[in-house]
């Protein structure tokens, strides 16, 4: 079996390794202190957008099908954060040079039980939560914050609910493709120039619509968000702390929409093969 890779750097944390995609290891503060400093270097020297994926098991079983969306995650996007306490699971569970798939089975159990007490809960950094946090910074450097995509008006529904939690905080927004098209979008983005631009398009659509327009866009930072938009717009509740802390905001999200159990059916398969052949 194949040992996780992984990469000390004493400003960023810890960089890791699985199945030919690399992972930011470190903690929020760290992923802020990265982004904060990308931010002073756009400003001043005009580079493009810097990419942040929010990597998830689904996304890594995607990419394994999809060469790519593989190559995608591998080359393209700048950082590649973890939004998923089964990628912790599988990074600990792929630590040690376990022989069999009975060793990973057992070792598996152990890290799972670690997660249920939350040992791994400041290594999981959700879109949803990263984008407050965009927000929040950019409430305190007087940065500008563009939201494209999401279903209907909910773009415009989370730039209003940050604008009133974050007073004085700049913002506009786009519902995006198919409803506008994708020039206009472009020109409204750049005509707002904006410090962080967080895409709501979906997993792998969103990324495919960034990687598509990397060169074209005058922003700082970009993100794909997924559904984050419905948590802040109202139209679907966020999982109660104590879930979110421990990485199962998932799990809640599924119990309050069973409707999603064919797309979660990834993550039986993500299990399985952690435990048959590592990572």
């Known amino acids: 079996m194949k040992k996780t890779m992984l990469k000390k750097?004493?400003?960023i944390g810890i960089d890791w390794q699985m199945w030919g995609i690399s992972y930011f290891g470190g903690r929020k503060r760290q992923v802020l202190e990265r982004v904060s400093n990308r931010l002073r270097l756009a400003r001043r020297n005009g580079e493009r957008a810097f990419w942040i994926a929010t990597?998830?098991?689904e996304f890594v079983m995607g990419a394994l099908t999809d060469v790519e969306f593989k190559k995608l995650l591998q080359k393209t996007t700048d950082m590649n954060v973890v939004d998923g306490i089964g990628l912790v699971w599988a990074r600990?569970?792929?630590r040690r040079n376990d022989k069999n798939c009975w060793g990973r089975c057992w070792r598996g159990v152990r890290v799972g039980v670690g997660v249920l007490r939350g040992k791994y809960k400041n290594e999981v950094m959700a879109g949803s939560s990263l984008l407050d946090d965009f927000c929040n910074l950019a409430k305190k450097r007087n940065y500008r914050v563009f939201f494209l995509g999401g279903w209907g008006n909910r773009a415009e529904r989370t730039a209003r609910f940050f604008e009133e939690k974050y007073q004085g905080l700049e913002t506009t927004w786009s519902s995006g493709e198919p409803e506008v098209k994708n020039d206009q979008v472009l020109a409204e983005i750049n005509k707002f120039?904006?410090?962080?631009?967080l895409v709501a398009y979906g997993m792998k659509k969103q990324e495919e619509w960034i990687k598509k327009n990397l060169t074209k866009l005058k922003a700082?930072?970009?993100m794909g968000v997924g559904r984050s938009f419905d948590y802040y717009s109202g139209d679907l509740k966020?999982?109660?702390?104590?879930w979110r802390k421990i990485g199962l905001e998932w799990l809640y999200s599924l119990i309050k929409e069973p409707k999603r159990w064919k797309r979660q059916l990834v993550l039986p398969k993500f299990v399985w093969k952690v435990i048959k052949q590592g990572i």
């Open 92 to 94: 600990e569970v792929g």
């Open 55 to 57: 990597v998830n098991p």
């Open 238 to 242: 966020r999982a109660p702390k104590a």
């Open 220 to 222: 700082g930072v970009v």
């Open 9 to 11: 750097s004493k400003s």
């Open 193 to 197: 120039s904006p410090d962080f631009l």
